[in-house]
């Protein structure tokens, strides 16, 4: 250790042992309490997303299912808050437009939100969730069903096109879907 460090040390020492240290005079007598208050704020948090298969505690912001007209692509929605604030969670489904192809679409023939088939919206939006209550978690399992023969899609619309379902007439190639979800207070 070099002078400087050591000569600091020993200033240290001798400032902290109070040999600087100003007596305590009181003249009135009496010695009264201080006090010192100390405060903390938790901040409000809301995390959402599709639920991570591997890690249930995770949310994800996006997701890619493959192969969906041969098994009805199934996904996992949640949230976790510590918040009291209303709000609902919701989606839109767009049909399984074809990748190169303009005005080629797959319809979707149903929405299961947590084994139910509920109606959407006029505007065609599904509310998947909703709370008000502090601390709270929740995860509800949703299914999307491509339309594969003819009837009415999930919006009501009839369907007789061999081209608006999945069939062996239907135009070869990429087909998307997508999922949109969003929240708003209620």
Do not use: C, R, W
């Not at 902290?16 to 309490?33: N, R």
């Not at 890690?55 to 997701?63: G, H, P, Y």
């Not at 023939?109 to 139910?116: K, L, N, P, T, W």
């Amino acid at each position: 250790m070099n002078k400087k460090a050591i000569a600091l040390a020993l200033v240290l020492i001798i400032a902290m042992g109070g040999a600087f240290a100003a007596p305590l005079v009181v003249s009135t007598g009496t010695v009264t309490d201080v006090t010192a208050t100390l405060k903390a704020v938790i901040g409000g948090f809301f995390y959402h997303g599709f639920v991570n298969p591997v890690d249930f505690s995770e949310f994800n912001a996006t997701l890619e299912i493959t192969d969906a007209f041969a098994v009805d692509p199934v996904f996992t929605y949640g949230y976790e808050t510590n918040t009291s604030t209303a709000f609902g969670i919701y989606m839109e489904v767009s049909d399984f437009i074809h990748d190169t192809e303009t005005g080629v679409a797959i319809k979707i023939a149903d929405v299961e939100i947590g084994g139910a088939t509920p109606d959407p919206d006029t505007n065609g939006v599904y509310t998947l969730l909703t709370s008000a209550v502090s601390g709270q978690s929740e995860n509800v399992q949703v299914k999307i069903i491509p339309l594969k023969a003819s009837g009415t899609d999930h919006l009501g619309n009839t369907i007789s096109s061999q081209l608006e379902y999945v069939n062996n007439n239907a135009t070869p190639g990429g087909y998307t879907s997508t999922v949109t979800v969003s929240v708003a207070t209620v």
